[in-house]
């Protein structure tokens, strides 16, 4: 192969062929080397609201900076904001020039070269074996630092195994999906006096009746876009036996879902409701803002869509600490429910600015006539942090009810 076919069009750096076709011989000149597989964090933020010149640029410049401060070693571009670096620098040198890389992005969007700064990811494998098994094991690294929010990472046995854990209950979601075997769940609304509200929340359980989306394994969901798959076959369901026909429900949709440029979710649920003969005003749709990370406009926009369509509005995964929060989504439309479990409540009671913030959101939620629904609340003690708040308020847990099956499971069916 020539020096023409190793260049990366965008960048002018090498492309992953030239580093997969000199790995053996680079590994056997040098005693000690590290392979480092980079990626952005903002790459589609910064697509979605700059344009892909500003991404363009973006890529470019870290490119730029990676060949400056990884000056004697091999950066290639592998694709898209994906980075492969091979450097024969020690643990105290990497991190250096990494942390130097990220101050110069700063520099560069304060000098308007790139629209904002920008962070990124790195999975730091020390070469022992051949290029394939080694880039995979940097690459398990930098998504376990993704999924940690760390910018550096190296390489641990346990990530491994933990990878190889992940693809398999990535298969056994596929299974329960393409072997309709979901379990679809219900759990009764209550009044904060305690009266049944015949309002349930439906949700996905798998064939042990254990939730779908605990906390270890969201990331590997969102990632791998399989909680549109989840989201979809639980609609399927949900809407073939006409739940909502017989009960008011809530169905927890994710922004991934609501948001998917592969379909038109708002013309897929339409025509669904309509196929099923579903009563669209006892339908609230509760999106789950917690991984979105467009302009709250966008997602607005959708759910306004969903809302002229007959369909009552929920969002739940707001956070004090994310950009994202209940003010840009109230200001600009109707919104009739916020889902709030009820840890965040127990974690803004530890300090007190965080107190009075949830406080003046439970003040502004009533101002603006949306009902707050606490959820998972299983102990006396938890429901007594949200007690004094109102009659307006909703709670669902276990501290009221069990959950049921909403739709006959297909063993009972059998």
Do not use: W
Not at 88 to 116: F, G, L, W
């Amino acid at each position: 192969m020539s020096e023409k076919n190793y260049k990366d069009g965008l960048t002018g750096i090498y492309n992953l062929e030239y580093l997969k076709d000199n790995f053996a011989d680079i590994k056997s000149k040098n005693s000690e080397l590290f392979l480092i597989a980079i990626d952005f964090c903002k790459l589609k933020y910064i697509n979605d609201n700059f344009g892909h010149s500003a991404g363009d640029k973006s890529i470019i410049t870290f490119a730029r900076l990676a060949k400056i401060f990884f000056e004697n070693d091999i950066v290639v571009r592998r694709s898209g904001d994906e980075f492969v670096v091979l450097t024969n620098s020690d643990i105290e040198t990497i991190n250096k020039k990494i942390s130097k890389i990220r101050k110069a992005i700063d520099i560069a969007s304060e000098r308007r070269i790139i629209p904002i700064p920008f962070d990124f990811n790195c999975g730091i494998k020390k070469i022992e074996g051949d290029f394939v098994s080694e880039l995979n094991k940097a690459d398990i690294t930098m998504y376990n630092a993704k999924k940690n929010n760390k910018r550096v990472e190296y390489y641990k046995q346990e990530f491994f195994q933990q990878h190889n854990d992940e693809k398999q209950y990535l298969k056994k979601i596929d299974d329960l999906i393409n072997e309709d075997k979901l379990n679809i769940r219900k759990q009764e609304f209550f009044s904060i006096s305690g009266e049944p509200q015949k309002f349930f929340e439906i949700y996905t359980r798998d064939e042990e009746g254990v939730t779908l989306f605990q906390r270890e394994t969201r990331e590997a969901l969102r990632k791998n876009y399989k909680i549109k798959k989840i989201d979809l076959a639980a609609i399927e369901k949900i809407f073939f036996h006409r739940v909502p026909n017989y009960n008011k429900v809530l169905i927890n949709v994710g922004s991934q879902t609501l948001m998917s440029l592969e379909f038109d979710f708002v013309k897929y649920i339409y025509d669904m409701s309509n196929l099923n003969n579903v009563n669209r005003e006892e339908v609230v749709i509760c999106v789950d803002l917690l991984d979105f990370e467009g302009e709250s406009s966008s997602i607005v926009a959708k759910m306004k869509s969903l809302s002229k369509l007959g369909f009552k509005m929920a969002i739940q995964g707001l956070d004090f600490d994310r950009r994202l929060t209940l003010i840009p989504i109230v200001l600009n439309m109707d919104i009739d429910y916020v889902k709030i479990p009820i840890k965040m409540v127990i974690e803004n009671q530890k300090e007190e600015k965080r107190k009075k913030l949830f406080l003046y959101m439970m003040s502004l939620l009533k101002d603006f006539n949306i009902q707050p629904i606490f959820v998972n609340i299983e102990k006396k003690e938890e429901f007594s942090l949200i007690a004094n708040l109102g009659d307006h308020v909703l709670v669902r847990g276990y501290l009221f009810s069990e959950e049921s099956d909403a739709i006959p499971t297909k063993k009972d069916q059998d």
